[in-house]
Nanobody
């Protein structure tokens, strides 16, 4: 069983940056593709970014391309989301997840989920 714990969320002004981390435990996650999702109040959970098990391939939602960067360190069992040029519309709870393929953007394709970390961007 894989446990995931997000950290790094907080309050930041528009234009600022945050780096989220997702620490995995229970077993190594080096064979899992991983993803980040977010859910704003009153809205559905949406795909943000995903990364292959090796870190060699990534995928981004159009809304974050050029601003967010997903990465992973398999030796540390940790995945990251570097968020730059943050906008108020990026405000949401951010979740990390592990699944079979980074190609999929639907949450149903991911088996393991963290508890989420709140990101709030003020204008």
């Amino acid at each position: 069983q894989l446990q995931l714990v997000e950290s790094g969320g907080g309050l930041v002004q528009a234009g600022g940056s945050l780096r989220l981390s997702c620490a995995a435990s229970g077993r190594t996650f080096s064979s899992d593709d991983m993803g980040w999702f977010r859910q704003a109040p009153g809205k559905e959970r949406r795909f943000v970014a995903s990364i292959s098990w090796s870190g060699g391939r990534t995928k981004y939602a159009d809304s974050v391309k050029g601003r967010f960067t997903i990465s992973r360190d398999n030796a540390k069992n940790t995945m990251y989301l570097q968020m730059n040029s943050l906008k108020p519309e990026d405000t949401a709870v951010y979740y990390c997840a592990a699944g079979d393929s980074f190609v999929f953007t639907a949450g149903a394709a991911y088996k393991y989920w963290g508890q989420g970390t709140q990101v709030t961007v003020s204008s």
